[in-house]
């Protein structure tokens, strides 16, 4: 539960800081956001939502994505490791991991991660192309 400064009595809301509600609720108004176009929104409220249900791989992945769309890509890298390291059989977070790096331009870094989740998920189209993109412009800076 989120403290308020007065202690775990005290609802959540304007005063102390906190949005209103309960993390569930944080969630699904973070979910809403970023399905509305609005990333940076969604991000800050989710980060709450993560901050107080740490071990939450959906909460994490809903703020991952936030923080990606919202151009917090080193955020959103630090998001989908965390995701990968409660759960290395997860490809959606190899994938991000790898646009993450990729957007703050360590291709060499977003290379491994794709080449993962493709391992992992070959039939998906989008996961494929981002690898072949990263490996062309790679190519492309040796020459």
Known sequence: MVQGRG?????????????????????????????EGSPAAAAAL?????DAEPESR???E???RAQFNS??????????????DANPAEDYAYFGLGLSLWRTGDMEG????LAIAVAMRPDLRHYVSALKSVRATLRARRM
């Open 58 to 60: 959906s909460v994490r």
């Open 7 to 35: 202690g775990p009595s005290d609802p959540p809301g304007p005063e102390t800081g906190a949005p209103v509600g309960d993390v569930y609720e944080w969630f699904q108004r973070g979910m809403r956001l970023l399905s």
């Open 110 to 113: 977003a290379q491994e991660p």
């Open 71 to 84: 151009r917090q890509y080193a955020d959103a890298a630090d998001s989908f490791r965390w995701i990968i």
């Open 46 to 50: 989710l980060e709450r939502a993560a």
């Open 62 to 64: 809903a703020l991952a």
